[in-house]
């Protein structure tokens, strides 16, 4: 997804920001998505560990792309 996006900002189809914009979408995504895993496949306190840390990944990376946004 983050490739065929590049392609598109390159050939002027759109906007180097929606670019951007899609890719950190994409990478938050991901980051939740680890969450998820470690509560499937993990044990208790991998879960736990993984909430906290990949959550605040997740609430920092969130703030930054609206504060980017906003500028």
Same mark, same amino acid.
Do not use: R
């Given at each position: 997804? =983050?490739?065929?996006?590049? /392609?598109?900002?390159? +050939? &002027?189809?759109? *906007?180097?920001? %929606?670019? !951007? ?10 980051? =939740?998505?680890?969450?998820? /895993?470690?509560?499937? +496949? &993990?044990?208790? *306190?991998?879960? %736990?560990? !993984?909430?906290?840390?990949f959550g605040i ?9 609206? /504060?980017?946004?906003?500028?």
């Amino acid at each position: 997804m =983050i490739v065929s996006v590049t /392609l598109l900002a390159v +050939s &002027g189809n759109i *906007s180097c920001a %929606t670019a !951007a914009n899609t890719a950190v979408l994409a990478s938050l995504i991901s980051t =939740i998505n680890k969450i998820l /895993l470690s509560k499937i +496949s &993990g044990s208790p *306190s991998l879960f %736990t560990l !993984a909430k906290k840390s990949f959550g605040i990944i997740t609430v920092i990376g969130t703030l930054a792309l609206l /504060l980017w946004n906003l500028v």
